[in-house]
């Protein structure tokens, strides 16, 4: 049997119930241009409800980001096939100092507790790290592909 693609449509927390555990996405932010500029990253969920990303400030996302906060991310799952969903909301880039402990809870979004928080508070000033933290304005359904309902029924 074929597999039918689906998609699901989700409130604010049904939402942010399918990002907690996905961490690979896709941001989309504009060029100059208007353009559309698309970066791999990995992302976290923080305590407000936003998606999280940390950076450098001298990337072009975080540029374009500064410059025009609609974004977009396209949250995967880790199997390719699995489900996705596309997020499109307003950005917020904080550089250091102010970035230090929302990059903390980035990390703890990701990957639990850090065995020094000092050790990892004192690299990201070293390596002068940026956050970008996209407020979610609104989102497609939860998807999967495959084949469209109406011809997953055919014989």
């Not at 597999?3 to 932010?29: C, I, S, Y």
Request: overall charge negative; aromatic content about 6%.
């Amino acid at each position: 049997m074929p597999k039918t693609a689906t998609a699901d449509r989700v409130d604010l927390d049904g939402l942010l119930e399918f990002l907690r555990p996905r961490h690979k996405a896709l941001l989309m932010t504009r060029r100059g241009d208007g353009e559309p500029q698309i970066s791999p990253v990995s992302c976290g969920v923080d305590d407000a409800g936003r998606v999280v990303v940390s950076t450098y400030p001298q990337r072009a996302k975080t540029r374009n980001a500064r410059r025009d906060p609609r974004v977009s991310v396209v949250v995967l799952s880790d199997d390719f096939d699995g489900p996705w969903v596309q997020v499109d909301g307003t950005a917020e880039v904080l550089d250091l100092p102010e970035s230090v402990e929302p990059l903390v809870e980035y990390f703890r979004s990701i990957s639990g507790e850090h065995p020094d928080w000092d050790e990892y508070r004192d690299a990201m000033r070293r390596q002068g790290k940026s956050l970008i933290r996209v407020t979610p304005q609104r989102w497609g359904p939860v998807a999967t592909g495959g084949f469209p309902p109406e011809l997953s029924d055919k014989d």
